[in-house]
């Protein structure tokens, strides 16, 4: 299994961007996917999450409404669109899978099974 995100760079404070992660060797839609941010000197804290299909998204509060998950299964990638970029949101994005069909209440504390090296966002002040 292989997974490769994409997507970051530097942007300004207010900019957008859009990450995204390619997951190749499994059954895609067979699993949820959610994406981790690692700030400068921080734990890994997920950040989002999307059901098999793309139904259903779960957000914490800290990107809720600035961020959208999306996904093709067709394409086998997952999306996030980052949006209003503030220097907090500098760090490491990953993207991660277990095999499940919806994000469960406990997504942002559960174990994922495959990750990515992750692609690095700077929001500029």
């Known amino acids: 299994v292989q997974v490769v995100e994409s997507g970051g760079g530097l942007v300004e404070t207010g900019g957008s961007l859009r990450l995204s992660c390619v997951i190749s060797?499994?059954?895609?839609?067979?699993?949820?996917l959610t994406w981790f941010h690692q700030a400068p000197g921080k734990e890994r804290e997920a950040s989002s999450c999307i059901s098999w299909s793309g139904s259903v998204a779960e957000y914490t509060e800290s990107v809720e409404g600035r961020f959208i998950i999306s996904r093709d299964n067709a394409k086998k990638t997952m999306y996030l669109t980052l949006n209003s970029l503030k220097p907090e949101d500098t760090g490491m994005y990953y993207c991660a899978a277990v095999r499940d069909d919806y994000c469960t209440t406990s997504w942002t504390k559960r174990e994922y099974t495959y990750w990515g090296q992750g692609t690095r966002v700077t929001v500029s002040s």
């Open positions: 060797g499994l059954r895609f839609d067979d699993y949820v």
